[in-house]
């Protein structure tokens, strides 16, 4: 198993987020408005990176939304994938859901990324829901759900 250092992170790993963040999304966050999360300090959203040898591969990223936690972001570096790195930060983004009193979980995620939808229906969720023309390219996402605590995959 391929196990990486799982920790809180903040203003100081912008720029490594801000590259993985590049590498994958065809319209990144503003870097402006990463910043501005990653200063965040007010006990509702957080950042998690995974590292490995002290590199950041990987950062997921969630918020209490109501009664659920709604998971914002989750990517990882192209050279670590298909290494259980995703599956790491999801537990650990799960456990602070659990840490928040939240009973389930939530995201949306681009209805083209089948490796993604992959990855969270091994964990549980199932759509629920579709979001016409969430994405800033007029992208449509599926709207997924899980109870909280999340099932390890079989
Ligand atoms: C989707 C993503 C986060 C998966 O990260 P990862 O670290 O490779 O995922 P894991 O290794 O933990 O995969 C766990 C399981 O998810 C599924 N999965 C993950 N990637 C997959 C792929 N490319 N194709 C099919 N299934 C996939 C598999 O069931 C996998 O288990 P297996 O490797 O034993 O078959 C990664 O591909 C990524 O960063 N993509 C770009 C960013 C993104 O799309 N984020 C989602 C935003 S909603």
Redesign the pocket.
């Known amino acids: 198993m391929f196990l990486v250092d799982i920790d809180f992170c903040g203003i100081e790993a912008l720029d490594e987020i801000f590259a993985?963040e590049s590498l994958?999304?065809p319209t990144p966050w503003i870097r402006a408005w990463l910043e501005r999360d990653l200063n965040l300090d007010n006990g509702l959203s957080c950042y998690l990176g995974a590292r490995y040898r002290k590199n950041l591969v990987?950062f997921g990223a969630c918020r209490r939304q109501k009664k659920r936690l709604y998971?914002m972001?989750?990517?990882?570096?192209?050279h670590?994938?298909?290494?259980?790195?995703?599956?790491?930060?999801?537990l650990a983004l799960a456990e602070i859901g659990t840490t928040w009193e939240l009973r389930s979980a939530t995201?949306?995620?681009?209805e083209s990324?089948?490796?993604?939808q992959?990855?969270?229906?091994?964990f549980g969720f199932r759509v629920v829901g579709r979001t016409r023309a969430y994405y800033q390219d007029g992208e449509d996402s599926y709207v997924m759900t899980a109870s909280l605590p999340l099932v390890l995959?079989r």
């Open positions: 993985i994958y999304n990987g998971i972001n989750l990517a990882i570096h192209p670590y994938r298909r290494r259980g790195v995703a599956s790491q930060l999801l995201l949306d995620v681009r990324n089948g490796d993604a992959a990855l969270y229906r091994g995959p």
